[in-house]
């Protein structure tokens, strides 16, 4: 079974300025799908970034960028510039890959991020 | 993408009353789920919702106290039975089309009583 660990139950950031969430996993598979999920207070949950485990080069969209090592089995998002709608529950998900994508993926506890004015 | 939506969005409930949950996504998708999460937790899969065919309950579910339907491509019920303060939750549905992707609802805040 794969689990997923987020170990920062919380954590704060200035406006403008950079953070980095993080994710280990552990799992025997070689193929599969990390993702990171963004959901604001009381509005629905959506996919911030996607990494494909076959893929050496990070995953990178607008402001968010992943350090993925798969040996390393580490997974840590960054937000860069933060805004104060980046103030959202994060969480870090894992899925095997198969094809026909019947796969359910495994989500970590979540990191609360908060971002100051 | 695809847009889900829920009703209701909140109910209060008595102990010992069934709710249905509704859930609607705007395009056909080949797979739907429902989530249990409570605020400020992780989500908590409950069951993988199969059509015209029994959902797939992970363990610590029971059809007997959450039953399922999901008659088409586009539509799926959770019913919350014979219901104790323990089952206040955020109920989620979510939905995947093929790819990998996950889709979310806006999630049902129920509260019993």
């Known amino acids: 079974a794969q689990t997923v660990t987020q170990s920062q139950p919380e954590m704060s950031v200035q406006e403008a300025e950079t953070v980095t969430l993080s994710c280990t996993y552990d799992?025997?598979?070689?193929?599969?799908?990390l993702f990171w999920y963004k959901q604001p207070p009381s509005r629905q949950m959506i996919l911030v970034i996607r990494q494909e485990a076959y893929k050496q080069q990070n995953a990178t969209e607008n402001r968010f960028s992943v350090n993925f090592q798969k040996a390393a089995k580490s997974f840590s998002l960054k937000i860069s510039d933060s805004q104060l709608g980046d103030t959202a529950m994060y969480f870090c998900?894992?899925?095997?890959?198969?094809?026909?994508?019947?796969?359910?993926?495994?989500f970590g506890r979540g990191t609360s991020l908060i971002v100051h004015p | 993408s695809a847009v889900i939506s829920q009703k209701p969005s909140r109910d209060i409930c008595q102990r010992g009353t069934s709710l249905t949950i509704q859930c609607q996504v705007d395009?056909?998708?080949?797979?739907m789920f429902w989530y249990r999460q409570q605020p400020g937790q992780s989500l908590t899969l409950i069951a993988t919702?199969?059509?015209?065919?029994?959902?797939?309950?992970e363990s610590g579910f029971v059809i007997d106290k959450f039953p399922i339907s999901r008659p088409n491509l586009t539509f799926s019920t959770l019913t919350v039975s014979n219901m104790s303060p323990e089952d206040s939750s955020i109920y989620l549905c979510s939905a995947r089309r093929g790819g990998h992707e996950q889709y979310f609802g806006p999630g049902t805040r129920l509260t019993v009583t």
């Open positions: 998900a894992f899925m095997k890959h198969a094809s026909g994508g019947s796969y359910i993926p495994t």
């Open positions: 919702a199969n059509q015209g065919s029994e959902a797939t309950y």
């Open positions: 395009s056909q998708v080949t797979m």
């Open positions: 799992t025997s598979e070689s193929n599969y799908y």
